[in-house]
């Protein structure tokens, strides 16, 4: 009997679930402390403020029927601004463009910037959202590894000098995720300049650059450039369920994207862009809410760390918290985290293993732990749970 389906589009062939969002139905027991999930603490949300700000919004019927494609003219004035006083120079808004959080613009850009077979280089280890993105657009991947200071730029141009020439790289300069570093200054320099001479494009993926702790991020890669794509979101510092993302970029990059989220989705939601907007544009509100998270999240941080090197010693080493939502550990005695998160779970602990992030092998004594959901004592008993299943592995 033939069968009744359809073949499916041969890019999914390479394609996988997110381990990370698998991982989450693993973690979902009451009893299991999760370290795993890249998630913003919903008890920092400013719930009441967002209510306010959608009431005010539905007082105008205009805010119930579609909006523009690149988004809602106000909001894209604000976040032009918002732009302008981060990168130290005018950003026109017609630069700024409005998406569906800042996954679907990489998603966009994915389309607009690569054909099949185009090389990207991405950073290692590697945020997973840009590798589904990459891959799904059919783009040879390469790897390059992350040291203290970010992007490894001294292997970057190795590529160069050897013929490569990529259309394209994606940094996630502040803050990594999952690798907790950032990226320094004199490296955003070089990129800027690399990306110049070589005329490829660098998306710089930036969602955690306002949760910094000691001091505030670098400036950003864009301020360097104008051939420097800049990707956020509110997702951080307001609400994940907002889904008000944003790039800045040339005219042509929006012109392009443009074209195809009108055909993805025409437009994105003026009840949430509205309601974003006035959270943004109110500058003294803001800026408190989002020193309280960033205070609430430095002392997680600190306390994950702390209780880390003081029970592991120097057979975890792990990234210092200067900022963001993760750190990253590696064991340096040959212990596999794949194989120790059975052991971890029955413990009651859980985190993501290193080569969840991998671009073609490798980090498998690695961990990415996420501090935000957790309290100090919560966070203590997790790297005590997480000591005892490795004693017993």
Request: charged share 20%; net charge negative.
């Amino acid at each position: 009997m033939s069968s009744l389906h359809a073949p499916l589009a041969g890019k999914l062939a390479g394609l996988q679930s997110s381990a990370i969002r698998d991982l989450l139905k693993l973690t979902a027991r009451a009893e299991v402390i999760s370290l795993a999930g890249g998630l913003p603490d919903a008890a920092l949300m400013p719930r009441e403020r967002i209510a306010e700000a959608a009431a005010a919004a539905l007082a105008d019927r205009g805010v119930l029927q579609y909006t523009e494609s690149p988004g809602w003219s106000p909001l894209r004035e604000v976040l032009a601004a918002r732009e302008s006083a981060r990168i130290g120079r005018d950003v026109p808004v017609g630069e700024v463009f409005v998406t569906h959080g800042s996954q679907q613009a990489l998603s966009l850009l994915g389309e607009v910037l690569l054909d099949p077979g185009a090389l990207v280089v991405v950073e290692d280890p590697a945020y997973v959202g840009a590798l589904q993105v990459f891959r799904a657009a059919g783009a040879r991947i390469r790897a390059v590894p992350l040291d203290d200071e970010g992007l490894r730029l001294d292997l970057l141009e190795e590529l160069l000098a050897a013929g490569e020439r990529p259309a394209l790289v994606h940094t996630v300069s502040n803050f990594h995720n999952p690798g907790g570093v950032t990226m320094s200054s004199a490296r955003r320099a070089r990129l800027a300049e690399l990306a110049d001479r070589h005329g490829f494009w660098v998306i710089e993926d930036d969602p955690y650059g306002e949760l910094w702790f000691d001091a505030p991020a670098p400036a950003p890669v864009a301020a360097y450039s104008p051939r420097i794509i800049r990707l956020s979101s509110v997702s951080k510092i307001l609400a994940p369920t907002l889904r008000v993302g944003w790039m800045t970029a040339p005219d042509e990059v929006c012109r392009a994207v443009e074209l195809l989220k009108q055909g993805a989705d025409l437009c994105g939601s003026a009840l949430t862009q509205q309601i974003a907007t006035e959270l943004l544009a109110d500058g003294d509100w803001l800026a408190a809410h989002v020193e309280g998270v960033r205070g609430a999240y430095a002392t997680r941080a600190k306390a994950l760390v702390g209780a880390v090197r003081e029970t592991f010693g120097d057979r975890l080493r792990i990234t210092d918290a200067t900022g963001g939502m993760f750190v990253w550990g590696t064991f340096t005695d040959g212990t596999d985290t794949t194989a120790l998160l059975t052991a971890a779970l029955a413990a009651g602990v859980a985190y993501v293993p290193g080569s969840a992030f991998a671009v073609e092998g490798g980090h498998e004594s690695a961990m990415r732990l996420c501090f935000t959901t957790s309290d100090e004592q919560t966070l203590r008993t997790a790297v005590a749970r997480l000591a005892a299943a490795h004693t017993q592995s």
